[in-house]
């Protein structure tokens, strides 16, 4: 069976420090992998995605990127934080056939 | 205008009421929608997946797909506690990338013993 995982799950760090926030899935290959923000109180905002390794397309310009350096790994980070950044970061993939996605668990991160 | 839109509440009902929630959409190529459940503090779950338009039953769970309206409904029957959630239809069109969902703001679902 497919699982996903993410790390670390809770994170505070002050502004204009670096991120690196890791998505991992198991039991599927080549997935195509996703990266959403989920602000307090607002709806999911998709950031990037992935089709395969090194090909990432973006969604929204802002203060992150994001690399699949390897076939199951997705990851996302920042050089310099912002407060704005501060959000609940989840990854997803997609069934095959029909295309839902499943989440992870989530990254809270706090900008101070 | 947003392509899909969804009334954040927040809703607030008994237990045992029969909940309604809705999204509407804008784009007639949406033929995937879906309904999440998210938990606070957790990622969402698939909740109901239905193709095209009609109906959709499981256990309390009903999705409802009308597409001559562009809108969709999710009714959960004999609500319970454990109900309480956020729940956030989404949808995507034959020829998008897999896995690329477009989502509602998710409606915030109280239900009260």
């Known amino acids: 069976s497919q699982t996903i995982h993410q790390w670390p799950a809770t994170l505070v760090q002050p502004v204009g420090s670096p991120l690196s926030l890791e998505c991992t899935v198991e039991g599927t290959s080549n997935p195509n992998l996703y990266w959403y923000r989920q602000a307090a109180g607002r709806g999911l905002q998709l950031l990037f995605y992935?089709?395969?390794?090194?090909?990432i397309s973006s969604e929204v310009p802002q203060n992150l990127s994001a690399s699949r350096p390897q076939d199951r790994q997705f990851i996302l980070s920042s050089k310099k934080l912002l407060l704005s950044d501060s959000g609940f970061y989840l990854c997803?993939?997609?069934?095959?056939?029909?295309?839902?996605?499943?989440f992870g668990e989530g990254s809270r991160l706090t900008v101070l | 205008q947003k392509e899909v839109e969804q009334d954040p509440g927040p809703l607030s009902v008994p237990e045992g009421a029969i909940v309604s929630l809705n999204c509407t959409y804008s784009n007639s190529a949406f033929q995937y929608f879906m309904w999440y459940r998210q938990y606070s503090r957790k990622g969402p779950e698939l909740l109901m997946y239905?193709?095209?338009?009609g109906n959709k039953e499981d256990g309390r769970f009903t999705a409802q797909v009308d597409k001559s309206s562009k809108y969709i409904s999710l009714f959960i029957r004999d609500s319970q506690p454990s109900d309480s959630a956020t729940y956030l239809c989404?949808?995507?069109?034959?020829?998008?990338?897999?896995?690329?969902?477009?989502f509602g703001r998710g409606t915030q679902l109280t239900v009260w013993p």
């Open positions: 992935s089709v395969g390794i090194g090909q």
């Open positions: 239905t193709y095209s338009s």
């Open positions: 997803a993939y997609p069934g095959q056939s029909t295309g839902e996605l499943f």
């Open positions: 989404a949808m995507r069109d034959r020829g998008s990338t897999l896995g690329r969902l477009y």
